[in-house]
């Protein structure tokens, strides 16, 4: 168990639709990472919050956006849905900048 | 920007056999490389990581990778795998701050009796 949970386990939705995905980071993480993984992309970084504030962007659609509260959660939000957006999201997170990655088990999101 | 290639996709070894998974990395200066493990149904579970210093270095459950500047390569090992090894493993790289890694494609396990 990496302490990292992520909630819901499955979400199955459809076109068009607007999900949130959640993730708890372990206890005393500042860092929250967010990673989409699909078939034909592999595993993609999205976005990156430390300590509320927004760190750095990746492959991250104008359709998605995340925030990171104060008390530390962090939330995905997927707007608009494709069938292309079917994919695992992982919420990773860590103490600061130089530690290794904890990731959760993942939101699988099936758009249909 | 920092890139990783993971050449075989799938690869197949028999329980008790050595093992070698493959990494190239492309990333101008020293980087920071990963390699996770992720079982179905799971997350990625961190097996080892390099940042600086001793080129071979130790993980868990008994793999070691050993980083190869002048191949650009950071190769997985095992000296005899396990049933409980098949799984899908992943090489990362990182550039430090904000710690933002990208991974390879993965590799694929797979052990026979």
């Known amino acids: 168990d990496s302490g990292v949970t992520q909630t819901p386990k499955h979400l199955i939705t459809a076109t068009g639709q607007r999900v949130t995905l959640r993730c708890s980071p372990r206890s005393g993480d500042l860092s929250v990472y967010w990673y989409q993984q699909s078939l034909d992309q592999g595993l993609q970084f999205l976005i990156h919050?430390?300590?509320?504030?927004?760190?750095a962007k990746g492959n991250i659609l104008e359709r998605f956006s995340a925030q990171q509260f104060p008390d530390l959660h962090s939330e995905l939000n997927l707007s608009s849905l494709e069938l292309g957006d079917s994919a695992l999201y992982f919420c990773?997170?860590?103490?600061?900048?130089?530690?290794?990655?904890?990731f959760g088990n993942g939101t699988r999101l099936t758009v249909t | 920007a920092q890139s990783v290639t993971q050449p075989d996709i799938h690869i197949t070894v028999s329980e008790g056999a050595s093992l070698e998974l493959r990494c190239n990395y492309s990333y101008g200066a020293t980087p920071y490389l990963f390699w996770y493990v992720q079982s179905p149904g799971q997350g990625l579970q961190l097996l080892l990581k390099y940042f600086s210093g001793d080129t071979l270095v130790q993980g868990i459950k008994g793999f070691e990778a050993e980083f190869k500047r002048s191949q650009s390569s950071f190769n997985l090992r095992k000296p005899s795998v396990h049933w409980s090894d098949a799984a899908e493993y992943f090489c990362a790289v990182g550039a430090g701050s904000g710690y933002a890694l990208n991974f390879g494609k993965g590799t694929s396990l797979l052990v026979t009796p």
């Open positions: 990773a997170s860590s103490v600061d900048d130089l530690s290794p990655l904890h």
């Open positions: 919050y430390y300590n509320g504030e927004e760190r």
